[in-house]
């Protein structure tokens, strides 16, 4: 990672802060051949930045069972700031791994099992409400075993992502 420093007692200098935006950003991209071009936003940098750290996990797997395609529907994603934006959505009506709470769903995807017999499973978690992701974060960031009390380990079926 590029090592990035400024002198807290000179004035900003925004050229300076672009560049370090752009050296990190080409870092990721480097790092994750091109899948991920853009960590950090162009006023992610000011004169209180002292240090930057980043890392990078690529993971290329297969999912356990494969979306079909023809499945696919538009729907609409809700964006933070309000909005909304028609978006494909992956639709499957095979048994997932699928738990409901109060106020929030979680989904796990498992992947194929690879030769070294170990096994791997996303899990997204999904708030109710359209507004519901920063209570969602607060509550997993507030609770030290919050993922492990939230798995499923139970397939049901269920219309999903």
């Known amino acids: 990672m590029p090592n990035a420093r400024r002198n807290p007692q000179f004035p900003e200098n925004e050229h300076i802060m672009v560049e370090v935006v752009n050296e990190v950003n080409l870092w990721a991209e480097k790092q994750t051949n091109g899948l991920i071009n853009q960590v950090l936003q162009h ?12 890392n990078a996990v690529y993971f290329k797997g297969a999912w356990n069972q494969k979306f079909n395609r023809k499945m696919t529907k538009e729907s609409d994603f809700h964006l933070l700031d309000g909005n909304k934006v028609k978006v494909p959505f992956m639709t499957n009506m095979e048994k997932q791994l699928v738990r409901k709470y109060d106020d929030f769903t979680v989904l796990g995807l498992p992947y194929l099992q690879g030769q070294d017999k170990r096994e791997f499973t996303m899990y997204f978690f999904l708030p109710d409400a359209k507004d519901g992701l920063q209570s969602l974060v607060e509550k997993i960031g507030s609770t030290s075993d919050f993922f492990d009390r939230h798995i499923p380990r139970q397939e049901i079926t269920r219309s999903c992502l």
């Open 43 to 54: 006023n992610a940098v000011d004169s209180l930045t002292r240090l930057i750290l980043a």
